[in-house]
């Protein structure tokens, strides 16, 4: 969801930003940034601190930090192609379901005011940060989040005696470099939309990113989303948790979601 679905990221750092500088601490840098992307808070909190150095504790950071995410996080809009890119998977008949690490009180002042939006969401195919089916140790890039938001679709399948969908059939959206490898780990395909900075951070490392290689998954703490297409049998026999393969052609970089190819991946009009 934050720097994929909504603008939220940049909110992310305008706060983080302003607290630094009460501490006569430099901006947070993209290469620290990147780390804290689409992690669940204690896992991003610990590499943070080692990073800032504040002088103040970790409950004084956090309260002066969400004070003011209070404020901006309200203000959150949709990023380019989002809205036209929900409504055409939903439209397209595609199952969609929501895995994002923010909490639940993060996720209500982010879309208290964008219903329509997230409407394409039904509850039961959410799954926040804070959502106690994902273990913990077992947040991005770890792949439970998006194995849980495909088991909501698939339960709902199961009820109403449908087949269900294989994770070599589900497409995950994301933005940060752990939701990618979450998302290979899982064994699903993935779209990576990444901010321009990052994409500016990652030149060269590309192929990597989008096999899931980057070697995030370290067992650490607690957006995106999922959607099942076309594709299974691809990766038939692979090692449960395992990432892809360089060039395996299961992860694609897209600057933007306008303008989604829904052909490349067999969703039909």
């Not at 948790?241 to 829904?262: K, S």
Request: hydrophobic share 35%.
């Amino acid at each position: 969801m934050d720097g994929l679905l909504l603008d939220s990221e940049d909110k992310y750092t305008l706060c983080t930003n302003a607290v630094l500088s009460q501490y006569n601490r430099p901006p947070l840098p993209w290469h620290i940034k990147a780390q804290l992307q689409g992690r669940p808070g204690p896992a991003a909190g610990r590499i943070f601190e080692t990073w800032a150095q504040l002088p103040v504790s970790r409950d004084v950071y956090m309260q002066q930090v969400t004070a003011m995410q209070k404020e901006v996080f309200p203000e959150c809009k949709a990023l380019p192609g989002v809205e036209e890119l929900l409504a055409g998977l939903r439209g397209r008949g595609v199952e969609v379901a929501l895995a994002t690490s923010s909490h639940s009180g993060n996720f209500a002042l982010k879309t208290g005011h964008l219903g329509a939006l997230f409407s394409v969401f039904d509850e039961e195919h959410r799954v926040l940060g804070d959502d106690p089916r994902i273990p913990a140790g077992r947040g991005k890039p770890a792949p439970d989040i998006y194995l849980v938001a495909l088991e909501t679709i698939n339960a709902r399948l199961r009820r109403e005696g449908k087949r269900e969908v294989l994770p070599a059939e589900a497409l995950v959206f994301e933005d940060s470099v752990p939701g990618v490898e979450a998302g290979r780990r899982a064994g699903c395909q993935v779209v990576w939309c990444p901010h321009p900075e990052l994409l500016l951070l990652m030149e060269g490392k590309e192929e990597v990113i989008l096999a899931g290689r980057m070697g995030e998954h370290k067992e650490e703490v607690g957006g995106g989303e999922v959607g099942g297409v076309e594709g299974a049998g691809k990766q038939g026999g692979r090692k449960k948790d395992a990432p892809g393969e360089i060039g395996d052609g299961w992860g694609r970089l897209l600057r933007t979601l306008e303008g989604f190819p829904y052909e490349d991946y067999g969703i039909k009009a």
